[in-house]
Structures are given as C-alpha cells and as structure tokens.
C-alpha cells in the first residue's frame, strides 16, 4: 500500500532553536517527494522538490533530505522563527497512469514560541 | 490578481441546502484539483481536470459534483451534504498533468473554502 508517514505529529520549540521533521514512505514506483508548508487557514506551498538522484535541496532556512534506498526523507529548520508556525506536509508523488498521483502524509504541526 | 482564489472563503450550510465552491487560477495552468483535507487526516484528492476535461474521479459521493468551464474556473457544486463533509476544501491548478519526464509539474494551492455543514 502506498503511505507517506511523518513524524512527529507535533512539535513546539523555541525561537532560534533548530528542528527536523521526519517522513517515511513506502510509494512505488517513486517520482519525486516534495515538501509543504501549510500556515493555519491557508493552503501549502512548496518548499521542496527532490527527485530520487537528489539527496538534498535547500530553501533559504529550509534544508530537505531524501535517501531512496531507505525511503526516508528530513526537513532541517534552522534558527526557527516564529513564522516557521505551521503545519509541514509531506508528499510523494508516483507514477500513475498520466496524472502523476501525489500521496500526502499527514503533516506535522510546528508551534515555535518566543 | 495573482495564483489560485477560491471563495467563499468559510461556508456554513444545512444538510438540506445547494451551494457551490468556486476556484479560479490566474496562472495560465491546464489543470485543476479538488482536494479535501480534514482535521489530521492527509490531503484527498476528489477530483482532477486537465483542459477542461474530467480524467480522475476518486470514488466521490454523488453529493458533490464538480465543473470545468474552462481552464481558468473550477466549481464543486454541493447538494444534500452530511455533518462528515465538514473540511477544508482545496482547489489546486498545474500547468499539466504530471507525466514522466516532467516530474516537477508543481501544483500551486488555493486558500481553500472552509465548509460546515449542520
């Protein structure tokens, strides 16, 4: 069964503090995974897109990782802000027939506090 | 105006009632998505439109019906909805399908419409 798990559900850090988000996925046959940031009552937006031969891609703070032997892939925030608040989406996409189907985990939901 | 709208941006509706959602996309894209996103679950993609033409249908309940007038407009028209349809509703648009050998066929989000049904 294709799933995008990520972990954990939530996390609250400190302002200025560093963080990593975890997504495990068991997708085939793999395309690419890609990476979103969801603020409360708005919709993601891409942070990342890494395709297999890529094993890491950086956005500004944002640093995402990808190893495809163990189907795993990190999201590194560094020196978080306090618009880094938000829920963090991961998101695989397979090759499906002509629509390129996005597999989507659950997210996790980033809180940084002052 | 730039990117994906969609209105109403929050909708409250009986179980009885007829609304639609409306999306539009200002950047010239082919494609068009409904998704549907409830509270901690992952995204559900519903329904997906390349070049006005329905291509997946995600095993949606009848109560919800979508329609593509063009490449720019997406409804999904809602009749006779239950309390479980409550979500955010998101419409997405990219500039194709994904195929291979263009896997960075990026989709770009609406706010979405959040929907109440009482």
Known sequence: KNQVEQSPQSLIILEGKNCTLQCNYTVSPFSNLRWYKQDTGRGPVSLTIMTFSENTKSNGRYTATLDADTKQSSLHITASQLSDSASYICVVSLHSGNTGKLIFGQGTTLQVKP | ?118
Request: glycine fraction near 6%; charged fraction near 20%.
């Open chain 2, 1 to 118: 105006e730039t990117g994906v709208t969609q209105t109403p941006r929050h909708l409250v509706m009986g179980m009885t009632n007829k609304k639609s959602l409306k999306c539009e996309q200002h950047l010239g894209h082919n494609a068009m998505y409904w998704y549907k996103q409830s509270a901690k679950k992952p995204l559900e993609l519903m329904f997906v439109y390349s070049l006005e033409e329905r291509v997946e249908n995600n095993s949606v309940p009848s109560r919800f019906s979508p329609e593509c007038p063009n490449s720019s407009h997406l409804f999904l028209h809602l009749h006779t909805l239950q309390p479980e349809d409550s979500a955010l509703y998101l419409c997405a648009s990219s500039q194709d399908l994904s195929v291979e050998g263009a896997p960075y066929n990026e989709q770009f989000f609406g706010p979405g419409t959040r929907l109440t049904v009482l």
